[in-house]
């Protein structure tokens, strides 16, 4: 059996795109409810030291929402495309890591939402954020 095979597939998705790997994204839990973490590394830094770029965040909110979706849909015949999403920033993180959790709200036949919230290491909240996917046949 090689390597790749002994990943769970939704790790395989996750590591295949290669902004993830940059993010050192790492999943805690999948399903309904998901964790998600990253590092606070000099590689996701925003404008000043210590920052988080936002768009990162927005990043991170969205790749935590859409794995929440995890086993809601027949992956690889079908895939989440996000629709819409918004963001709402608070504050800048004292210390890392960073944690999401994301929690599926609606489960429709083509259309599925969630919400996820963005802590830093001391549980302050950086971010929300609610997302809207539509389940897309692949060819």
Not at 34 to 56: A, D, F, P, Q
Not at 72 to 79: E, N
Not at 86 to 113: D, T, W
């Amino acid at each position: 059996m090689a390597v790749d095979d002994e990943i769970d597939p939704g790790d395989q998705i996750l590591r295949s795109i290669p902004v993830h790997a940059l993010m050192g994204l790492s999943t805690v839990q999948r399903g309904p409810h998901t964790i998600m973490t990253m590092e606070m590394t000099e590689r996701v830094r925003g404008t000043g030291e210590g920052s988080i770029h936002g768009g990162l965040l927005a990043t991170l909110a969205d790749v935590t929402c859409s794995t929440s979706l995890w086993g809601s849909y027949d992956y690889p015949t079908v895939v989440p495309v996000t629709t819409d999403m918004h963001v709402r920033y608070f504050r800048q993180p004292r210390s890392g890591p960073l944690r999401a959790e994301a929690q599926l709200v609606h489960q429709g036949r083509r259309i599925l939402s969630s919400e996820c919230v963005i802590v830093d290491g001391d549980d302050r909240v950086l971010a929300r954020s609610t997302a809207t996917y539509m389940l897309v046949t692949m060819p």
